[in-house]
């Protein structure tokens, strides 16, 4: 799987987080950025194995995302997604597959 462009949710606003644990998916929904409005509003990922979701706004309270950084590879089957917030907190996520969809 190759990495997305750090840029593409580059100020895009998290606004919700959901972790279907029986299925093994989490959905994190966004609203775009101006500059970027077509990019997708929902990341899914499928056959989750970890998720960290920290909200300590160390730099302050925002819901805008920095950069991301993945998804790479993490071990045989699994890819790894850090989703690094303008708040200084890292969402981590290691999942059989990433899905960008609208």
Do not use: K
């Amino acid at each position: 799987m190759s990495a997305w462009p750090g840029y593409l949710f580059h100020d895009a606003q998290l606004s919700v987080v959901y972790i279907d644990w029986s299925a093994g998916t989490a959905y994190l929904h966004f609203v775009p950025n101006q500059a970027f409005p077509d990019q997708p509003h929902i990341l899914e990922a499928h056959g989750l194995r970890h998720a960290e979701c920290p909200r300590r706004h160390d730099w302050g309270p925002t819901a805008s995302v920095l950069e991301t950084s993945g998804p790479e590879l993490a071990s045989d089957d699994d890819s790894r997604l850090v989703i690094s917030m303008q708040s200084g907190d890292s969402i981590v996520l290691v999942a059989t597959e990433f899905v960008r969809a609208r």
